[in-house]
T-cell receptor, first 118, second 117 residues
């Protein structure tokens, strides 16, 4: 399977615990995005990497959230001291680099990690 | 700032009927527009994309969408609904590098499509 993979698919945790999710992008994609999707809403952008550099963070990404992409391959998203409001689907997407001024990126999404905070 | 509005959080059609899911966008530069489909507990799958070539875009599973600049719309249609089309559909906009952004997708809130037998 050469698509985007995410692990785990489901995570149930108690409030106050730390959780970590992993995303493995498509191998030749150097751009990696994290989104959060709450019930009844569309995905919302959290952060973005180009290779190992984290280039943009949304205001949604509080200081309890941290994302890394060591060596520019897989990425991890950690949530510290989880709160019930963190319950959501966390989606990872990857894409090829933008090429040229007038260019776009087709993002390929993984299956997501559904987090439930009790 | 970019934004997407999807009119109707739920749409119900009969099998074989026309599917029409509405999407209006706001963008300060010529946008790139996308439709994604999401089945329960799964990620998003790209149905089709508009990238400033033809204004009528054909996608997978018989879906198509028409970009209308004057109406700032990108509605999704399918002539004949199938039971397997039941899912949630998301419209998204990106300004790509043209807009100086990093190509983040801005999504609408989604429209859940039900197909009755």
């Amino acid at each position: 399977d050469t698509g985007v993979s995410q692990d785990p698919r489901h995570k149930i945790t108690k409030r106050g615990q730390n959780v970590t999710f992993r995303c493995d992008p498509i191998s030749e994609h150097n751009r990696l995005y994290w989104y959060r999707q709450t019930l009844g809403q569309g995905p919302e952008f959290l952060t973005y990497f180009q290779n190992e550099a984290q280039l943009e963070k949304s205001r949604l990404l509080s200081d309890r959230f941290s994302a890394e992409r060591p060596k520019g391959s897989f990425s991890t998203l950690e949530i510290q001291r989880t709160e019930q409001g963190d319950s959501a689907m966390y989606l990872c997407a990857s894409s090829l680099p933008l090429a040229g001024v007038r260019s776009y990126n087709e993002q390929f999404f993984g299956p997501g990690t559904r987090l439930t905070v009790l | 700032a970019q934004s997407v509005t999807q009119l109707g959080s739920h749409v119900s059609v009969s099998e074989g009927a026309l599917v029409l899911l509405r999407c209006n966008y706001s963008s300060s530069v010529p946008p790139y527009l996308f439709w994604y489909v999401q089945y329960p507990n799964q990620g998003l799958q790209l149905l089709l994309k508009y990238t400033s070539a033809a204004t009528l875009v054909k996608g997978i599973n018989g879906f198509e969408a028409e970009f209308k600049k004057s109406e700032t719309s990108f509605h999704l249609t399918k002539p004949s609904a199938h039971m397997s089309d039941a899912a949630e559909y998301f419209c998204a906009v990106s300004e790509g590098r043209y807009g100086g952004s990093q190509g983040n997708l801005i999504f609408g809130k989604g429209t859940k499509l039900s197909v009755k037998p």
